[in-house]
């Protein structure tokens, strides 16, 4: 039973991820090494937003539609010794603003892609505790339109390889369900190689770095009646350290802040609760929150922390695992640096991951 809800509480913060802080589309969890035996998973998940803002004239639906997948492997090497491969796309952006609006944004595009790769070995101490860690290879590209009518600023990145890292360690009770594990994910430092371009400007080539977040993150779970477990997260990431703010952009818009810039770090809260109905079927539901700050955003992300609730089902059949997710978002109101505002805005997500016991 408590593999089963824990792949469901899985798909409930990571395959639905949205609007969490930054630039953050997945949790990066480390549930896939609990699982018993080797096993793998392939997850998908399509999320919606609904975010506009009002700045002279109204911005339309600035936030496009995304999709994620991942990918996980796992499997024991001995009594001891257990390895998983993670494949991920941990952050993103997806800007649009609706040309026509009278907007002054309007027009204006943005989009960043990532993917990770992480290899993660763990060791069993006995009694229940257990210490695993590994490398991250993560790819980033990015690519901007601001201002078109006007200005015609463009900015266009390659796309960089660096290494990361993780360490984490996890103690369990299998009698009674519990299981606490605390991951610890490095800094990436990218340092991306961007063409810009204007109206005004011949296009040149500069080096910018980027740096992706640290981050700690906080799992547990715990059984609390017959068929009934209890899970959650806490993960802290480190926003205000990111930033993307290129010379000739610096140029051409001088006292602005970066294209990408993020004031505070970010705090996600996650708890929620699930229950086996019978052999095939099993529920879950769980309540996240990310504290809206009230600090000024950039235009090309407008929004401040959120408060989401999930519903998921596992369907378990011999050794194939079928869990599906839906969640709404309610994010936070916020305001950017030029003073528009974006109040009343959302999204839905939906998630499902298929898993394979062997």
Do not use: C
């Not at 600035?62 to 997948?69: C, K």
């Not at 952050?91 to 990770?116: E, I, L, M």
């Not at 080539?205 to 997260?233: I, M, R, Y």
């Amino acid at each position: 039973m408590r593999r089963t809800i824990m792949a469901a509480a899985a798909l409930g913060v990571g395959a639905t991820a949205v609007n969490a802080g930054g630039l953050e589309r997945t949790p990066q969890s480390m549930a896939i090494l609990f699982e018993e035996g080797r096993t793998f998973e392939l997850s998908f998940g399509y999320v919606s937003p609904d975010v506009s803002g009002t700045l002279g004239a109204d911005s339309g639906d600035m936030l496009a539609s995304f999709s994620n997948l991942g990918l996980a492997y796992k499997a024991d090497l001995n009594d001891t010794l257990s390895y998983a491969i993670i494949f991920d796309q941990p952050y993103g952006a997806d800007t649009a603003y609706p040309t026509g609006t009278g907007n002054p944004f309007a027009g204006s595009t943005a989009r960043v892609r990532s993917n990770a790769l992480s290899g993660v070995l763990q060791y069993n101490m006995g009694n229940g505790a257990s210490v695993y860690g590994g490398l991250r290879a993560q790819s980033l590209q990015a690519e901007a339109v601001l201002l078109p009518a006007t200005l015609n600023y463009t900015i266009n990145s390659d796309t960089d390889y660096e290494l990361g890292y993780l360490v984490g360690a996890a103690y369990e009770r299998p009698e009674i369900a519990l299981r606490v594990a605390l991951t610890y994910h490095s800094e990436t430092s990218h340092d991306l190689s961007l063409t810009e371009a204007s109206n005004l400007d011949a296009t040149q080539t500069n080096s910018e770095p980027v740096n992706l977040p640290q981050a700690l993150n906080l799992e547990f779970q715990s059984g609390v009646a017959e068929d009934t477990l209890v899970f959650g997260s806490v993960r802290w990431a480190e926003w205000s350290e990111t930033e993307i703010d290129p010379s000739l952009y610096n140029t051409r818009f001088p006292g602005f802040p970066p294209i990408v810039f993020f004031t505070d770090d970010r705090i996600t809260y996650t708890l929620g609760v699930g229950r086996r109905l019978n052999e095939t079927w099993s529920i879950l539901g769980s309540l996240s929150h990310e504290e809206t700050t009230g600090s000024a955003t950039g235009n090309l992300g407008p929004t401040d922390g959120f408060t989401s609730v999930s519903l998921g089902a596992v369907y378990t059949k011999d050794n194939m695992k079928i869990t599906g997710g839906l969640r709404y978002v309610d994010i936070g109101d916020a305001m950017s640096f030029s003073g528009a505002d974006f109040q009343d805005n959302s999204a839905i997500a939906a998630g499902v991951r298929v898993g394979w016991s062997f």
